[in-house]
């Protein structure tokens, strides 16, 4: 019998359903067999095993770190603190904290951990005077290696630091620089005394400013 399209179908000599055939009684070519997939070696076990591509990380997508680390650690420009505090966070932000802390062990076996640490060490190489530079750089180093030594030069030693930096408040003028920049200067001073454990009285910020002011107190006649 004919359908509406115009193909014929003829009843199936095995008593099956019926086969279609084209205009004119040709009949319809058979769809070729769809081979099966090969089999896995060593049956469904290995399905696991199957490597997939490591997943994107903040290590992946960010090459320049200069709006999220601003600062240039320098040995001299009291900023140690302060540059801590911003790669804590953005490496937090980025969930790999645990390159600098003790949270975990490094793992420079493990592809994804060194697919992390190498460009936080970049980072690091970036964000450091070149002095810093030639004092931290070490072949083979891990970023927590780098850490240290970095929190080594400028920890070590506490009671020199603490000393240099009383005498440096006491001694500090504000030269040919803005006022602005001459209390960041101060401030930056008294945040490094904090850290390493001094007291530090507002009053004594305010006789630095004061004292080494160009200007002078606004109370002083000329």
């Not at 005394?193 to 507002?202: H, K, N, Q, S, T």
Request: glycine fraction near 8%.
């Amino acid at each position: 019998m004919t359908n509406p399209g115009g193909q014929t179908t003829l009843p199936s000599s095995s008593g099956g359903p019926p086969t279609e055939t084209l205009p004119g009684g040709q009949p319809m070519p058979p769809l070729p067999a769809v081979p099966p997939p090969p089999p896995i070696p060593g049956g469904q076990a290995n399905l696991s095993l199957t490597l997939a591509p490591l997943p994107l990380s903040f290590s992946d997508t960010i090459t320049d770190i200069t709006p999220f680390i601003p600062i240039v650690l320098d040995l001299h420009s009291h900023n140690y603190y302060h540059w801590c505090h911003l790669f804590e966070i953005h490496l937090g932000r980025c969930s790999l904290l645990h390159h600098i802390t003790r949270d975990a062990p490094p793992a420079p076996h493990d592809p994804r951990w060194l697919k992390d640490d190498l460009p936080i060490i970049q980072w690091l190489y970036t964000r450091i005077s070149t002095e810093l530079f030639n004092l931290v750089v070490t072949n083979g180093a891990s970023t927590r290696d780098i850490w240290i030594e970095l929190r080594r030069l400028f920890q070590d030693n506490r009671d020199a630091c603490v000393s240099a930096l009383n005498t440096e408040l006491r001694t500090i003028t504000q030269g040919d620089r803005p006022v602005g920049v001459f209390c960041q200067c101060i401030k930056a001073i008294g945040d490094e005394l904090r850290e390493l454990g001094e007291v530090v009285a507002d009053r004594s910020l305010l006789h630095a400013l004061m004292g080494g002011s160009t200007t002078g107190s606004p109370n002083r006649r000329p």
